[in-house]
C-alpha cells in the first residue's frame, strides 16, 4: 500500500474528489500515548476516563491524538489549535475557519482508519472480520441484501456479511443521520465478485448514483470502506510517517 497511490473507482481516472485514507495502529508505547494525549481537549480526556477498560482508553487517546496530527497537516494550525462541533445526529466537524475540510474516523480493535477530503462530505468504517451471530443479517439488512448473501457459499457468507456491514456504516457516517436511518432504508452491493456502490436509497436507484462507494483493505482480517456524496471519487493512501515532527 503505497502513500501516493491513488487507486480510482472501477478502474476509471478520477477527476474530480480525491478521499486521502489514512490507515494506523493505535497499539502504541506509553511514550507515545502520553505525547498525543497533551493535545487532546478537556472533553475528549473525559471521554477516554469513561472507558472501563485502561487498553481502550489508550487505543482512544492514540485514535483522536493522531486524528489531531493529521487534520492539523492539513489546516496548517497546532493539534491542540483544533476544536470540533458535532452535529445534532453525533458527527464530529471541524470548526471555523477550518470547516471545509471534511474528516470521518473509524477504529476497530488496534487499527484506526481516518478518510480526508477537501471537496465532499465522507462516511468511513473499518471492521475485524469475526463470527456473526445468526440471524443478524435479517434484523438489519435490507431483504435484497439478505437474499444475496444467503445465496452466496456458507464460507463466502462472513466476509461479505461485513462488506455489506462496512459499506453501510460508511454511507449512514456521510449522510451525519447515523442509525435513526435505519439500515434497512437502502442497499449496498456484497459479495465475492461484486464491485463496492449502493444500488438505492429509500428505493431510488437514481438518487444512488450522486454517491461513491469505495472499498480498501486495512490490514489482515479486515475489511474497510469509504462513502462519498460525489459521483465521481478515489482514494489516494497517506501514511503517519508523512507527519511532520
Request: with cysteine; hydrophobic share 40%; aromatic share 8%.
Amino acid at each position: 500500500m503505497n502513500p501516493s497511490d491513488e487507486i480510482p473507482r472501477d478502474g476509471e481516472t478520477c477527476q474530480n474528489h480525491v478521499v486521502d485514507a489514512w490507515v494506523f495502529g493505535i497499539d502504541e508505547a506509553h511514550s507515545v500515548t502520553d505525547k498525543l494525549r497533551a493535545a487532546l481537549s478537556g472533553d475528549e480526556l473525559a471521554r477516554a476516563a469513561r472507558l472501563y477498560d485502561s487498553s481502550h482508553q489508550r487505543r482512544f487517546i492514540s485514535a483522536r491524538g493522531r486524528m489531531r496530527q493529521i487534520l492539523a497537516f492539513y489546516t496548517g494550525c497546532q493539534p491542540a489549535e483544533l476544536s470540533f462541533e458535532v452535529t445534532p445526529a453525533g458527527k464530529p466537524m471541524l470548526c471555523a475557519p477550518h470547516a471545509g475540510l471534511h474528516f470521518n474516523l473509524s477504529h476497530s480493535g488496534s487499527r484506526a482508519a481516518l478518510g480526508v477530503c477537501r471537496t465532499a462530505a465522507l462516511g468511513i468504517d473499518i471492521e475485524a472480520v469475526r463470527e456473526v451471530r445468526e440471524g443478524l443479517a435479517r434484523r438489519f439488512f435490507a431483504a435484497a441484501e439478505v437474499a444475496a448473501l444467503e445465496a452466496l457459499a456458507t464460507d463466502q457468507q462472513e466476509n461479505a456479511f461485513f462488506q455489506c456491514w462496512t459499506r453501510k456504516e460508511a454511507f449512514l457516517k456521510a449522510t451525519g443521520e447515523g442509525i435513526v436511518r435505519g439500515l434497512d432504508s437502502f442497499e449496498v452491493s456484497l459479495g465475492p465478485n461484486e464491485p463496492a456502490r449502493i444500488n438505492s436509497i429509500d428505493g431510488d436507484e437514481e438518487a444512488a448514483r450522486a454517491w461513491s462507494l469505495l472499498e480498501f483493505d486495512p490490514g489482515p482480517g479486515m475489511l474497510g470502506a469509504v462513502a462519498l456524496r460525489a459521483e465521481k471519487a478515489c482514494l489516494r493512501f497517506r501514511a503517519v510517517q508523512e507527519l511532520p515532527g
